[in-house]
């Protein structure tokens, strides 16, 4: 009973961690391109600034990783890694050059970005055989990103963009205070002759490179999306509440996603999940104007990310021995978000132009999410969950 009352508490701090983390992503991804645009930054300067922000997830899961898997020490580098983001993150308040930023971006960003992973592994292992529950779990992080994009939006539209980093720091703040009483006990790690080799076979190669196609199609709707709306005639207030009806219909599919997974497998799921963000980004491309059809498209979220993100983290906790679970989530992260996103958003910035190459960004969006689709064909049937 008392082991039981302990994984309660820790799993409520770990739903604490989730909702601070994502709503740091609620904040960032959504309006720092409209908080550079005000710097007076151009659309180049914005998506290779915005590339940092993915580019940091390449290394920093990796390094907290290796330290992890060889000492055990998870819970200490989530603390850590909170610790260091939210100092380094002062940081941002200077109204900086290019340059500036861009170092900022890169030093606060590798804390943050490096914690992730780590959360993932002490939460499913924190769950043990329970682990259909990670969705309702890791949903927190969602409702953390739906109350920030939301209220972030109207604060903009009432104070302005500069007030991004006072909020930026509170959240920070929040998320090392709930890593804190995260528990320090070490996981117990083979010595390096017991520990079977890291092995990428077909499977998750083919599970690799859909990951990234698809990282790379939400370029556009993670560096540009409050950008792109504005352009069309919406303010930043009704953008927030676009992201955050996409951010609701992922809190259902987080809700959903155990039974589907369990009825319908990983693969089949992730066929449909990627078909179905290939239409979203080409809705997004030619009805931007249709406000019904532009919501069509946010809810097009649940399959986008919820039920995509939920399919992979099983995937990759099921196929990854336990000495090598940080690094199998890492390089998930590394190359997804990391290698893709930042890809993506770079390449983005670079088509989108003036704006006059807005559409076409979708659609090349829409592309990498169908080249994201096919990938999985390649993924042998019988694969260990």
Known sequence: MNQSANVSTQLRWISACYFFFF?????????????????????QEIGFLLAILMATRIIAPNVWAMVADKTGMRSQLVKWGA???????LSFFHDGSFTYLAI?????????????????????????ENTSRYGSIRSFGSLGYLVFVVSVGFAI??????ILPYIGMLLFVGLLISALPLPSDRVVVKHQAEKPK??????????????????????????????????????EAIAGIYVAFGVLAEIL???????????????????????FTGLRWLLMAFCVDNFLLLGVSQLLHAFTFGLVHAASIQFV??????????????????LSFGVGGAMGTWLCGM??????????AWVAAAACAFLAMLAIFFIPKKVKH
């Open 23 to 43: 709503a740091i992503l609620g904040v960032m991804v959504p309006y720092l391109g409209v908080f550079f645009e005000n710097r007076g930054f151009n659309p």
């Open 83 to 89: 610790a260091a983001a939210a100092v380094s993150y």
């Open 104 to 128: 900022s971006l890169s030093i606060y960003t590798f804390f943050w970005n490096a914690i992730l992973a780590q959360l993932e592994v002490i939460t499913l292992e924190t769950l043990g």
């Open 157 to 162: 539209s009432l104070w302005g963009t500069e």
């Open 198 to 235: 890291l092995k990428i076979d077909r499977a998750i190669f083919w599970f690799l490179v859909s990951a990234i196609l698809l990282q790379m199609s939400a370029g556009p709707f993670y560096g540009f999306f409050v950008l792109y709306l504005k352009q069309s005639g919406y303010s």
């Open 253 to 275: 599919m987080f809700m959903l996603a155990p039974r589907l997974l369990g009825r319908f497998g990983v693969n089949r799921l992730l066929i449909i999940s990627l078909g």
């Open 317 to 334: 906790h099921g196929y990854f021995d336990i000495s090598h679970r940080s690094k199998g989530q890492a390089l998930y992260a590394s």
């Open 351 to 360: 088509i989108w132009g003036d704006g006059s190459g807005a559409s076409l």
